[in-house]
């Protein structure tokens, strides 16, 4: 069974960082793509970013945090980072991890909360 624990919210002024870390069980981490998800209050859940399996050599970014987000892997210790930057109020939110598809039981997420 794939478990996938968050970790790394939390409340931050509008323009600071945080950096998200995500911890997959399962020997076959470096053969899937990864992505970050989110879900604000009232709205559906929305892919973030998401990486490629092996290196990660590709990457893409939704519109809104391009530029200001960026996700990386540890194939070593079976990590998923996102590393959050300029972080405005609008990206309050639940963060998850999972793959593109959503393959795998969701975890519990972690709160990332922005204050204007």
């Known amino acids: 069974q794939v478990q996938l624990v968050e970790s790394g919210g939390g409340l931050v002024q509008a323009g600071g960082s945080l950096r998200l870390s995500c911890a997959v069980s399962g020997s076959f981490f470096s053969l899937t793509a990864m992505a970050w998800y989110r879900q604000a209050p009232g709205k559906q859940r929305e892919l973030v970013a998401d990486?490629?399996?092996?290196?990660?050599?590709?990457?893409n970014y939704a519109d809104s945090v391009k530029g200001r987000f960026t996700i990386s892997r540890d194939n070593a210790n079976h990590m998923v980072h996102l590393q959050m930057n300029s972080l405005m109020p609008e990206d309050t939110a639940v963060y998850y991890c999972?793959?593109?598809?959503?393959?795998?039981?969701w975890g519990q997420g972690t709160q990332v909360t922005v204050s204007s």
């Open positions: 990486i490629t399996n092996g290196s990660g050599s590709r990457t």
């Open positions: 999972n793959s593109p598809h959503g393959t795998y039981p």
